[in-house]
């Protein structure tokens, strides 16, 4: 349950980069390896935010079969 938690306090803040990588890689002011190398860190960060929802869902569905 503690890495739940971890992984959903860290959810807000992984978005807010993985935006700042999709505004870098939209600017094209990075070179193609560059933008690789963004795009390798966002495909990461989108797991592990991908990875704290189902987190969430799973916490959510506990709470609703507890009622």
Known sequence: ????????????????????????????????????EKYKEGVELSKKCQKALEDAEQIIKVLDDEK
């Open 1 to 36: 349950m503690a890495k739940k938690n971890a992984n959903l306090s860290n959810f807000e803040k992984d978005l807010k980069k993985l935006q700042d990588i999709l505004d870098n890689i939209e600017s094209d002011e990075l070179s193609l390896e560059e933008s690789i």
